[in-house]
């Protein structure tokens, strides 16, 4: 009887080589669980309307966690143009299906790890060891937009002051993205931003937002990140603004350890941060609730590389390792993360990206030999 059933989402293009890699290594630690695969993705959107069908809700509702590949996504209109020919004119929108996912199973927390292990070329430094903690589920990813501008929508914007100059501005030349934060949402990522700190030793925590500018929901969040700050005074606590963060990661990566932030500014030092341990190639993430968790690397589908198994595994490796962790596998985790950095230090198995030839599986299966 196994221990585990494990949802695998392969999705589109290389997110099916990355998942294939990821299975190599992952049957090689033996981990006692059953690999239940669903369908994700652009296909599955194009031939039914739908990237996350029912059943693939149906199936993550039957498993203990996720591990995802990658998905194809497109501009609303150029999603229409895919469907298939029976289902034009019926009003279907695409969804992103990961965003989908992160809200439908409140999985409020991301957490991306970025760290610089030795060997790697690509490192902007090598003493880079810093997570994020984004906003999942809220704020300017929430979903809430408007265009053409409804009359009702136009009439409540317009009781705002600064709406003024908008007043003549036709309905079909204003379009509206809303950034909603609520203070249970900006609580109970700052406390999990905190609890992580606190579990793994980390000596400081980073507010990331822009309050000066955006004073209500930035104004929000700074609040309840203070209220929470108070409540661990053995971290400290710092704050900065979003483009200054940016700054300072360029500048001074080593002095962070964790840092916290809404949905968009979250998925912008993300990416920031990836660049400077090795680019998308590395970088992994965790979509993490209080009872079910989803883990993916963050690059997309590259449909130009498909079927050419070239890309770096490496991303999609750690975010099993994520996963190992989250189910309570500390010591198998573990023994992947060190497959991995040996690999990594040994510099004999790398792809393209880091100026070697090694295709997708032949990474995975140095990994797996080290363990």
């Known amino acids: 009887m196994t221990k585990y059933r494990i949802a695998v989402l392969p999705g589109d293009g290389i997110g099916k080589e990355v998942i294939e890699a990821a299975m190599i290594v992952l049957k090689k630690l033996r981990l006692e669980a059953e690999y239940l695969y669903g369908d994700i993705g652009w296909e599955f959107w194009c031939r039914e309307g739908n990237a996350l069908p029912e059943r693939t809700i149906k199936l993550l509702r039957e498993t203990d966690a996720c591990l995802f590949g990658a998905i194809t996504s497109k501009p609303k209109e150029d999603a229409t143009k ?20 992160r809200q439908l199973f409140d999985l409020y927390i991301n957490l991306r790890p970025c760290k610089a292990y ?20 809220e704020g300017s990813y929430a979903g809430v937009e408007f265009y053409p501008l409804p009359d009702k929508v136009r009439e409540a914007l317009m009781l705002h002051p600064k709406m003024k100059d908008f007043q003549e501005v036709p309905a079909d030349q204003i379009a509206v993205s809303t950034r909603i934060m609520t203070a249970r949402g900006c609580e109970r990522i700052v406390k999990a931003a905190f609890e992580y700190a606190r579990q793994n030793h980390r000596k400081s925590v980073t507010l990331v937002e822009k309050p000066n500018v955006l004073r209500e929901t930035g104004g929000l969040m700074l609040k309840m990140a203070r209220k929470i700050a108070a409540q661990y005074p ?11 963060m940016c700054m300072w990661l360029v500048k001074n990566p080593q002095d962070y350890e964790v840092l916290v932030a809404e949905n968009l500014f979250g998925d912008i030092i993300s990416d920031l941060s990836a660049q400077l341990v090795g680019g998308l ?87 797996a030999s080290k363990i």
């Open 82 to 101: 895919e469907l298939a020919p029976e289902l034009q004119g019926k009003g279907l929108s695409y969804i992103s299906p990961i965003v989908k996912l």
């Open 118 to 137: 030795p060997g790697n070329p690509l490192n902007y430094r090598e003493n880079i060891d810093l997570v994020i903690f984004r906003e999942n589920t």
């Open 234 to 244: 053995d971290i400290k606590f710092f704050e900065a603004n979003v483009d200054a």
């Open 281 to 367: 190639g590395f970088a992994c993430a965790g979509n993490i609730g209080d009872n079910y968790a989803v883990f993916e690397p963050t690059h997309g589908s590259a449909p130009k590389y498909t079927g050419m198994y070239k890309v770096n595994p490496i991303a999609t490796l750690l975010a099993a390792k994520m996963m190992l962790e989250w189910l309570g596998e500390k010591d198998k985790a573990n023994t992947l993360e060190q497959a991995v950095a040996e690999v990594i230090r040994e510099g004999k198995a790398r792809t393209y990206d880091l100026g070697g030839t090694a295709k997708t599986l032949e990474v995975a299966e140095a990994v």
